[in-house]
């Protein structure tokens, strides 16, 4: 018999979450996660993918994939340090910092993991750690499970953020500080002022860490968003994802030499959790190879992502501030933005609405994601169907 405790909290959380428009339904996909997706024999086209570069069905990375099931197996077998490490990781590990420009780097099973392993690896208890206030979740749990303090600054507001170094500085409380901060924020598509925050960090020998989820595959040159800045030996920890621009799974640090050693002594997803499969390495690297030889699919990327925040603009939708192909929709309510989503669905358009606790409250919205894959006929049958239904439900 189940706790009669337990079923009343899920199910009065449950009706509360969706009386506030908070509950989300997890659609089934029928077949790969591309441009145009199949779900209960209906296509729809896809702007909730985070397949930047549309690479998660690129037939090099899937023919990679085979070839590396077919010779090194299925799985990896046991964590690294028990097992021994495939070359297929070193390979692309090595590959990973060329194409970074550090000395070295990391793989792990998620980018999430990146920041729960390599925060707490390096800061504890008696340190501090100024977080931007709109830093990802998995930052938030990374710092949380460092036991460091954590100090937030005003979302990329540089005077906050310098006096808060210098107070925390001046205190002499703490061993080490650490400044934390995306370098693309992904609900908004702003990009973080990395110049100023290496001038407050070196001013004040903050250590310096960049989650670059959504920069890396898209900002300079695919390289990132620190290397788009120019800043690649200023930056102590780049973090990097394999999911999205990438178009696998994973996720990497990159740094010198010696903190990834540390990290690899240290770091407890990587000591404690298998590696990466086979099949997902080989895919990885192919990606990243591309990545290195050819920008065509970049470029197209940011052609698609202008059309389409062109088009939404003109309509009168708010866009935001957004700096990167991220194009939010901002519709505001809750309840209004979820109705507007199932709308957008039931017109054919898959663009799911992101609220509280994804965004602040009254901020909710549509995130919208072009990629490289989308054709110029799928984005004008999406702005047709943002004015249709805007109009409808007078948003716009």
Request: proline share 3%.
């Amino acid at each position: 018999m189940s706790s009669q405790a337990l079923e009343q909290f899920l199910s009065s959380s449950i009706e509360d979450l969706k009386a506030k428009g908070l509950y989300n339904v997890i659609d089934t996909l029928q077949g790969a996660n591309g441009p145009v997706i199949q779900i209960d024999g209906k296509s729809f086209i896809n702007l909730s993918s985070n397949n930047y570069l549309g690479l998660a069905t690129d037939q090099r990375l899937i023919d990679a994939s085979v070839k590396a099931a077919q010779i090194y197996g299925a799985g990896a077998g046991a964590v690294r340090t028990i097992n021994g490490t495939m070359d297929l990781h070193i390979e692309l590990e090595d590959k990973l910092a060329h194409f970074k420009k550090t000395e070295a780097v990391i793989v792990y099973q998620s980018g999430f993991n990146c920041n729960m392993a390599a925060i707490s690896a390096v800061m504890d208890q008696h340190d501090v750690i100024l977080s931007d206030e709109l830093n990802h979740a998995s930052i938030i749990d990374g710092c949380r499970l460092s036991r460091a303090k954590v100090i937030r600054y005003k979302h990329s507001d540089m005077n906050d953020l310098r006096q808060k170094a210098k107070e925390a500085t001046e205190s002499g409380q703490y061993h080490k500080i650490m400044v934390i901060t995306d370098g693309v924020f992904s609900m908004d598509g702003d990009i973080a002022k990395l110049p100023d925050i290496v001038n407050i960090a070196e001013q004040f020998d903050l250590i310096t860490y960049v989650d670059d989820a959504h920069g890396s595959g898209v900002l300079g040159a695919g390289a990132g968003t620190v290397k788009h800045f120019g800043l690649s030996d200023r930056i102590d920890f780049q973090i990097g994802t394999l999911s999205k621009a990438i178009g696998v799974v994973g996720g990497y640090v990159a740094g010198k030499k010696q903190l990834i050693e540390w990290l690899k002594l240290r770091s407890r997803p990587f000591l404690f959790s298998t590696s990466l499969p086979p099949a997902a390495i080989a895919a990885c690297s192919t990606s990243v190879d591309i990545l290195m030889s050819d920008t065509e699919l970049i470029e197209k990327l940011w052609a698609n992502s202008k059309e389409l925040k062109h088009g939404l603009s003109q309509l009168g939708y708010d866009v935001g501030q957004s700096e990167t192909p991220i194009t939010p929709c901002i519709i505001g309510d809750e309840v209004t933005t979820q109705q507007f989503s199932k709308r957008l669905y039931e017109e054919g358009v898959y663009a799911k609405a992101i609220v509280f606790p994804t965004v602040p409250k009254g901020t909710g919205r549509i995130r919208n994601m072009p990629t490289a894959a989308h054709t110029k006929e799928m984005l004008d049958q999406v702005i047709f169907v943002y004015e249709k239904v805007g109009k409808e439900m007078k948003l716009i």
